[in-house]
């Protein structure tokens, strides 16, 4: 331990010293940025608000679920205005505002995301359907609700998404990076999702933030709906990036389609690992065709994807 004794407040000196050079990753103001780890705890309160009697508070003694739902409504509202008020200043639109524009902005903010919270539900209560309708092995809507992570990633992308439509910094991605965290499940803030949304396994799932997606869309595991290339970089920031998905459609396993300009036809079917970059017409089939499987012995089998119009799809 000499060594270490003898060169320790030199090295604290040197560490401390480099935080002087401005950058970003020198800030040491700790409580002048959104809380992680208070926005996680808002959005397990939103989901009791939103499953009053599946996510429950079981320190304490419920009497009136009712009662119970108005308390918690209460304090998501005023911890969430807190950590807006502190996001808000990383707009640049606030960043010379006063504090008493920003607390009345976050104000108004927190009431409008209140409101659509009813919004929400509905929505929800559509994908909660569209999940066991879709699914054979579900055994229940309650077990969907209890059990499976693609309605959790997707409950808390639609709240996030409230949140992004009324301009919050920061805090929609917190959210749905915890959410992405839990599920492997990554869907941007900013993508807009229509009713009865379908992800079934979810693992690897990625959907970019200009994605839309219509009413009635399935996604199967490792699907990416993204954009066709970042090389512009931020020369990129507002356009149309990522494809538009429309009613009905299904996209199965391995899937990636790209584009902003790239938008799949209503009640298509996109097969596993398919490649796709450019539109596809209203009731169109796409697959991935004569894959080959070599084995040992060096012999070449082609197996045609089409031979069963039911088997040219991975589904698990």
């Known amino acids: 331990m000499e060594k270490i004794s003898e060169n320790i407040a030199a090295i604290a000196d040197a560490i401390t010293s480099d935080y002087d050079k401005g950058r970003p990753i020198d800030k040491m103001d700790m409580f ?6 208070a926005i996680v705890n808002l959005i397990e309160k939103l989901l009791r608000i939103v499953f009053p009697g599946y996510y429950v508070d079981r320190d304490h003694k419920i009497y009136n679920i009712k009662t119970t739902i108005a308390a918690v409504t209460e304090d998501v509202a005023y911890n969430l205005n807190k950590q807006i008020a502190l996001a808000l200043r990383y707009d640049s639109a606030f960043a010379n505002a006063h504090q008493e524009t920003i607390a009345d902005a976050a104000e108004d903010i927190t ?19 569209a999940l066991f309708e879709g699914d054979p092995a579900a055994e229940s809507k309650e077990s969907i609700i209890i059990c499976y992570p693609g309605l959790y990633a997707i409950a808390v992308q639609r709240f996030a998404h409230v949140l992004y439509q009324l301009n919050v910094p920061m805090i929609p991605r917190i959210m749905t990076e915890h959410a992405h965290g839990i599920t492997g499940i990554d869907i941007n803030p900013g993508a807009t999702i229509g ?6 396994h979810g693992t690897g799932i990625v959907v970019g933030e200009t994605t839309e997606i219509g009413e009635h869309v399935k996604l199967y595991q490792g699907v990416t ?12 920031m507002d356009k149309k990036r990522h494809p538009t998905i429309e009613d009905n459609v299904t996209i199965y396993s391995g899937a990636s389609i790209l584009g ?39 012999k070449v089998t082609e197996v045609s994807t089409m031979e069963d119009d039911n088997a040219w799809f991975y589904v698990i």
């Open 32 to 37: 002048s940025q959104p809380d992680s780890k």
């Open 111 to 129: 009431v409008k995301f209140m409101n659509k919270i009813p919004l929400v539900r509905e929505y929800l209560d559509t994908d909660i359907e």
């Open 195 to 200: 009713k009865y949304f379908f992800i079934d």
């Open 225 to 236: 709906l993204g954009a066709l290339s970042t090389r512009a970089g931020r020369g990129l």
């Open 260 to 298: 902003g300009d790239t938008v799949i036809g209503h009640d298509s079917v996109i097969g596993g690992n398919v490649f796709l970059t450019k539109s596809i017409p209203a009731n169109t089939k796409v697959n991935v065709q004569n894959q080959e499987l070599r084995f040992d012995g060096g």
